[in-house]
């Protein structure tokens, strides 16, 4: 199978420490953010692996060039500049193309999920991509039916919104993807994937896959990070 590792960004919010290197090789505990999502796609049997590069990176690719993981790496190369999380993947189509569906994985994200379990609900399904979502406290939120089809989206600090609302929840970073959805992707180059989503969830299915009881952290803030190296 084949996965995709979101780690092109700035990481702004754990500067100053990203002022000097990217945010997917800092380290917790003696592994890096990048290696731990690695190391979660092999242990998934996920043998192609495209990482989409940005800042710092040379870093990330003389990281990958002294390590053999012992799958087959691909870089996305984004260096003239950053496309969004949709842009990302439609950018790195040349190497996500298939027959087959496929993850994407944020970088800072730490988590217990299964990704096959993604999978097995896809396979009963027709959805065109199954996102992971959770309980938790934030302010943007995915709305779901009964069925936990995707209906909208809100924000509940402004009150903005978008599509209908349901059962609310907070998406995790982590997603199976099928090759169609390429062919609904807008022309522009940036562009947001859940803007997306909520778009073609208004004549195809989006599914949420509830992994609340699992363990789950985005290291992308200071405090969380300093979390993340007393837990893990």
Same mark, same amino acid.
């Given at each position: 199978?084949?996965? $995709?590792?979101?780690?092109?960004?700035?990481?702004?919010?754990?500067?100053?420490?990203?002022? %000097?290197?990217?945010?997917?090789?800092? *380290?917790?505990?003696?592994? /890096?953010?990048?290696?731990?999502? !690695?190391?979660?796609?092999?242990?998934? *049997?996920? &043998? *192609? %692996? %495209?990482?989409?590069?940005?800042?710092?990176?040379?870093?990330?690719?003389?990281?990958?060039? +002294? =390590? &053999?993981?012992?799958?087959?790496?691909?870089?996305?190369? +984004?260096? &003239?500049?950053?496309?969004?999380?949709?842009?990302? %993947?439609? =950018?790195?189509?040349?190497?996500? &193309?298939?027959?087959?569906?496929?993850?994407?994985? /944020?970088?800072?994200?730490?988590? /217990?999920?299964?990704?096959? @379990?993604?999978?097995?609900?896809?396979?009963?399904?027709?959805?065109?991509?199954?996102?992971?979502?959770?309980?938790? @406290?934030?302010?943007?939120?995915?709305?779901?039916?009964?069925?936990?089809?995707?209906?909208? #989206?809100?924000?509940?600090?402004?009150? +903005?919104?978008?599509?209908?609302?349901? =059962?609310?929840?907070?998406?995790?970073?982590?997603?199976? !993807? =099928?090759?169609?959805?390429?062919?609904? $992707?807008?022309?522009?180059?940036?562009?947001?994937?859940? @803007?997306?989503?909520?778009?073609?969830?208004?004549?195809?299915?989006?599914?949420?896959?509830?992994?609340? *009881?699992? +363990? #789950? $952290?985005?290291?992308?803030?200071?405090?969380?990070?300093?979390?993340?190296?007393?837990?893990?």
């Amino acid at each position: 199978m084949k996965g $995709m590792i979101l780690a092109a960004g700035k990481g702004t919010r754990l500067q100053p420490m990203t002022e %000097i290197m990217p945010k997917a090789l800092i *380290d917790i505990n003696g592994t /890096n953010l990048l290696k731990r999502a !690695i190391l979660k796609f092999k242990r998934a *049997d996920i &043998d *192609d %692996i %495209i990482i989409n590069v940005h800042h710092f990176a040379d870093q990330i690719e003389q990281f990958l060039h +002294e =390590h &053999d993981f012992g799958v087959n790496i691909y870089i996305s190369d +984004e260096r &003239d500049y950053l496309r969004g999380t949709g842009g990302a %993947i439609k =950018h790195a189509r040349p190497y996500l &193309d298939g027959d087959e569906p496929f993850f994407v994985y /944020n970088v800072d994200v730490i988590s /217990n999920i299964n990704l096959m @379990d993604l999978l097995y609900l896809d396979q009963m399904s027709t959805a065109l991509a199954v996102i992971a979502v959770r309980k938790r @406290d934030t302010a943007r939120q995915l709305c779901f039916n009964d069925y936990q089809h995707l209906l909208g #989206w809100k924000n509940v600090e402004t009150g +903005e919104s978008k599509g209908l609302e349901g =059962h609310c929840y907070a998406f995790s970073g982590i997603q199976l !993807i =099928h090759p169609e959805f390429f062919n609904m $992707m807008p022309k522009k180059d940036s562009f947001s994937i859940i @803007d997306l989503y909520l778009d073609i969830a208004k004549q195809h299915t989006i599914l949420a896959y509830d992994h609340s *009881d699992g +363990e #789950w $952290m985005d290291v992308g803030t200071p405090e969380r990070l300093k979390k993340a190296v007393s837990l893990y």
